[in-house]
């Protein structure tokens, strides 16, 4: 399905790098770094929660740590993470700028999204806080956190649009996604149904 929308995306990531010419200060919270609000607020929103709710695809960033937004913004611009749309947007980054935007969006707080299945909830906890025995995945608490807030390893995932957590463990299940160090997130998706994908997705979407 995100596919329809890479036309449309990869308008929006150009209009968005010609923007970072002569810099127009739009709507954001105030204190954000100038590339945050003239750039990045479009579609992540100036406090990291996203702009508006059909942006579902663009990654929340509010509370993820700045170690782990550094890593991606330095995987997309060597190609280690592939995406037609961040690859231009990072590539016009200085270092500089990597740094202050990781730290800007690691201090925001994150709130909850859009809950769209909520009878998938218990199901999403369950394999959230104990992992499924029988095929073998592990519980992803033991690394993210029971409340998902993560730590300098693992990312916090709370509050995140579940359209971006279940596009994410698909490409990771499938090997697209390979910038996850030691692979790890390809051996936990690898074991995992499409309904738990889903399921811990909308869990996650959910939390605070
Ligand atoms: C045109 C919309 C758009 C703009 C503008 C944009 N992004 Fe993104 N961003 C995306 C999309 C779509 C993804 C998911 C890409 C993927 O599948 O890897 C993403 C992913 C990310 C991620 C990875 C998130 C995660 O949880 O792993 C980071 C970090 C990020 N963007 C930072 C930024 C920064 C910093 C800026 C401003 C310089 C910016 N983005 C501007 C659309 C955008
Ligand atoms: C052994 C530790 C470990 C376990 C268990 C684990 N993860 Fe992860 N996860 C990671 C690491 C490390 C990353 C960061 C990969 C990177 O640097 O790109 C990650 C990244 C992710 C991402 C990408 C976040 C983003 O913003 O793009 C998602 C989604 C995710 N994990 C979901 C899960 C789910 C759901 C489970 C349980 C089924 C789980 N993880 C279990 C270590 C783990």
Sequence with gaps: MAHDHTPMMLTLALTAVVAMGPHVARAGTSDAPEVVRSVCAGCHGADGNGGNPTSAEFPKLAGKQSAYLRKQLKDYQTGKRKSP???????ALS?????????HYAEQTSRPATVTQSALLATGKKVYVDGNVESGVP?????HLPDASGNMR???LAGQHAPYTYAEL???????RDNDRGLVMQAVAARMTDEEMKAVSEYLAGLE
């Design 85 to 91: 749309v961040m690859a231009p947007l990072a590539a």
């Design 139 to 143: 519980a992803c608490a033991g690394c």
């Design 154 to 156: 693992y990312p916090h």
């Design 170 to 176: 698909r490409k990771f299940a499938s090997g697209e």
């Design 95 to 103: 270092p500089e700028q990597i740094e202050a935007v990781s730290a």
